[in-house]
């Protein structure tokens, strides 16, 4: 199926918003370590900070999983302002999740650098819904005018499902489309130059890079993307 990528580039991408991206790589395990444990998902809530975006725009993102079912909500949300005040557009995506055993060496150890334990998991969502609800007259102006998602009837703070539509040229995942992505959560950590501001309860996904976009399970993401930080809340 087409796959675009399901949360924390494509909304950006489709509203023209931006934010530098900077790989992790993973890292040679040293010769005692612990076993992997599996990342505990079920009942979480994270969130990153408020993160710049063009025009002096800002973004902030939140995703929860429920242990009921395997769901999960991701939020998106976009503000007319550097310090995410003002709120203008909201995508929310919902669907089920299943994580895979946790990665580790031949022997089940954790992925490492030095002394910062983490485990790396494989993670395919299953899109049930996609819906943005505009929150300032301003973007329903926008949205309307672009004839966003094949539609000119955009109204403040009404939410439109948009899933399987095509919008700015992008297409946006239909319902039962799945995204083949990755995921690396820290457990205890006391430095790693590899990825700023990390800390234990810090969650990542992948990068979409050619070959490797999520699109099926041989696209799956393979490096992770070290400037979107979720914290666990």
């Known amino acids: 199926m087409r796959n675009l990528e399901r949360h924390r580039f494509y909304l950006v991408l489709l509203l023209f918003f931006s934010i530098s991206c900077t790989k992790t790589a993973m890292d040679s395990p040293a010769s005692s370590l612990p076993k992997a444990q599996d990342i505990p998902l079920a009942g979480g809530v994270w969130k990153t900070a408020c993160l710049a975006a063009v025009s002096g725009q800002s973004i902030k993102m939140q995703i929860q999983f429920v242990s009921s079912g395997a769901t999960y909500t991701n939020t998106l949300d976009i503000y007319n302002d550097s310090s995410c005040n003002t709120s203008v557009v909201t995508m929310v995506h919902t669907g089920t999740y299943l994580i895979g055993s946790p990665k580790g060496t031949s022997d089940g150890q954790f992925k490492s650098t030095e002394v910062d334990y983490y485990s790396v998991s494989d993670i395919d969502f299953t899109n049930q819904s996609i819906n943005i609800t505009p929150s300032s007259s301003g973007q329903v102006n926008y949205l309307n005018n672009q004839n966003f998602c094949g ?32 995921v690396e959560y820290y ?44 914290r666990k809340q």
Do not use: M
């Open 151 to 182: 539609r000119n009837s955009w109204s403040l703070n009404t939410s439109v499902e948009v899933s399987g539509l095509t919008c700015l040229g992008s297409y946006l995942s239909d319902v039962g489309d799945v995204d083949y992505d990755i």
């Open 187 to 230: 457990f205890s950590v006391k430095s790693n130059p590899l990825v700023a501001n990390t800390a234990p309860g810090n969650l990542y996904f992948g990068l979409s890079e050619a070959g490797a976009n999520g699109a099926s399970a041989s696209a799956r993401r393979k490096t992770f993307n070290g400037n979107i930080v979720y």
